[in-house]
């Protein structure tokens, strides 16, 4: 559709919005930094940070609070969010319906039953809690790459991985009830890895999730022209010179990794992929030069802002940041069905 028909803000307002969503995620970040069982004042969080890149770290408890506990986790909320909202991004595209997410083509069930099968692995044969994100990489892209090999022998790529990866994800999720019902006493941090949550987040998870926040930031953004001519559909884009199937194999390889990534690390966290991209489109149009960094931006900030609020909601006690990405998800999507007349396609 075109971007005239579905922007709400004028052209010069609109140059402002990526410098304010960046603006509004430093402050959420800032925010997240400061508040918790220890209040830091703002000045000294950022004091405390400049100084450890400078490596002339203090090394007290509030260096420890704020530099090995709360710093990594807000960069990997702000990862984890930038590349499920990407991931949807590419999966809306891809599939041409704004309903889309990230989950669509079975990805997140199979990362959750291979992390479920790791968790049940856990001191035998060698495995341990730190490996279950390399299971559940691994799973999400056995899955995938399932789906894609059931979808291709079929005339209609689309719709043949669309019903592919519901009936792949279906069966995966039944494995992973399976064996969570002969869990025992893991079944707790089961079910609490599967509602979503960064509590565990280090160093490590940054290091890991950063590159392909960036990866797939980058490729999206690469990939831009190529998906606005993609939205006229299949044909008209083939006419215009348009790979269509690279573009296919390009997105669903960039949906797989990062989304696979994040659920990896995080657990299942809904909504953020199938809103931002949804929400971003009716506010900005649906050029992808400009949505796919508003995308980024946009899921940075809400995952920082819903793993905030996780924290401190139940202070001491966490909830789960894909409680909260639901509550706050699910209404907002609610008023973008009936705001869009009953969910009619806006691409």
């Known amino acids: 559709m075109p971007e005239n028909q579905t922007a709400t803000l004028p052209a010069s307002p609109r140059r402002w919005f990526l410098p304010a969503l960046l603006v509004a995620l430093f402050a959420a970040g800032l925010i997240a930094l400061t508040i918790g069982s220890v209040r830091v004042p703002p000045a000294e969080a950022l004091g405390r940070c400049w100084t450890a890149l400078r ?150 998870d940054a290091a890991i999730m950063v590159p392909v926040a960036g990866a797939s930031l980058l490729t999206l953004a690469l990939m831009a022209p190529a998906m606005n001519v993609a939205l ?47 929400l971003l489109r009716l506010v900005i149009g649906a050029d992808h030069r400009r949505l796919v960094p508003a995308s980024a931006l946009g899921g940075a900030l809400l995952l920082v802002v819903a793993d905030t609020l996780a924290r401190m909601v139940a202070a001491p006690a966490e909830v789960p940041v894909g409680i909260v990405t639901a509550l706050v998800g699910a209404p907002v999507f609610l008023w973008l069905l009936q705001r869009r007349g009953g969910g009619r396609p806006a691409v």
């Open 55 to 204: 490596g002339q770290s203090v090394g007290d408890a509030v260096d420890r609070i704020l530099l090995t506990a709360r710093l990594p986790r807000i960069i990997v909320a702000a990862a984890v969010g930038a590349s499920l909202a990407l991931a949807g991004l590419a999966a809306q595209t891809l599939f041409r319906n704004p309903l889309a997410s990230p989950y669509i083509v079975g990805v997140s069930s199979g990362a959750a039953l291979a992390a479920v099968a790791g968790m049940l692995m856990i001191g035998t044969a060698g495995v341990t809690f730190g490996l279950l994100p390399a299971f559940s990489i691994a799973g999400g892209l056995a899955v995938t790459a399932v789906v894609f090999l059931l979808a291709r022998k079929g005339s209609h790529f689309g719709h043949g991985l669309l019903l592919a990866g519901i009936a792949i994800g279906a069966f995966c999720s039944s494995l992973t009830a399976g064996a969570m019902y002969l869990s025992g006493e893991r079944l707790q941090t089961m079910v609490f890895w599967l509602m979503g949550g960064l509590w565990r987040a280090n160093w490590r």
């Open 232 to 278: 006229v559909g299949e044909r008209s884009a083939r006419d215009l010179g348009v790979s269509v199937r690279r573009l296919q194999g390009v997105l669903l390889f960039c949906l797989a990794v990062t989304t696979a990534t994040a659920v990896s690390l995080s657990g299942i966290i809904g909504f953020v992929g199938l809103v931002v991209p949804h």
